[in-house]
């Protein structure tokens, strides 16, 4: 009995890997995986590395040239494809979206293109500002509204934060 168990745990921990995320797109199964990297600042408007691990909430406040701008890596394969061999699909993107408590939705600064030495799409230039409301990740194959696209994940934890500070985030996006 034990080893049966044991087996289906190890079974679908091993699912979870190959298939971090799955979607469906256009009637496509696709898994896909999402890693943060290392953020990035402004220098004379142009984006250089930082040492700060993505994602970073910029403060209330905090002058331009302290920003930490969030950087991240997305690939997509198809869900029978054991190799996870990277796709791109036709007008598939994800953006950063704000819900705020006050009901409002907004978006915000944000850059989407395909690295091919990477063979994986690079999320970045992302500029999530501190504001009483979750900051999320959707994707679409169209238009950026809410409506239009499907949620990918919350952002709710942020690298730059206390663990309280988290816990207060946490708690914004779940209402
Ligand atoms: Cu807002």
């Known amino acids: 009995m034990k080893t049966i168990l044991f087996l289906i745990a ?8 190959q ?6 797109i256009s009637g496509q199964s696709y898994c896909a995986d999402f890693q943060w ?3 990035e600042s402004k220098r004379q408007g142009q984006l250089q590395p ?3 691990m993505s ?9 331009p040239i302290k920003w930490i701008y969030s950087k991240g890596q997305f690939q997509i394969w198809k869900a029978t494809d054991t190799e996870r061999r990277s796709v791109q699909i036709e007008g ?10 006050n009901g409002h939705h907004h ?22 500002h501190e ?32 663990e309280t500070e988290n816990n207060k985030i946490k708690k914004l996006c779940v209402e």
């Open 10 to 17: 190890l079974s679908s921990h091993w699912a979870f890997a």
């Open 19 to 24: 298939c971090p995320i799955s979607l469906n």
């Open 37 to 39: 990297v290392y953020g």
């Open 50 to 52: 930082s040492d700060q």
């Open 55 to 63: 994602p970073q909430l910029i403060r209330k406040g905090e002058a």
């Open 92 to 101: 598939f993107k994800l953006f950063p979206h704000m819900h705020m408590k």
């Open 107 to 128: 978006g915000t600064s944000y850059d989407w293109g395909w690295d091919a030495s990477l063979q994986a799409y690079v999320f970045k230039a992302m500029s999530l």
């Open 131 to 162: 504001m009483p409301g979750c900051w999320s990740v959707r994707w679409t194959l169209g238009e950026e509204t809410l409506e239009g696209s499907q949620l990918l994940f919350s952002i709710d934890s942020f690298k730059n934060l206390s």
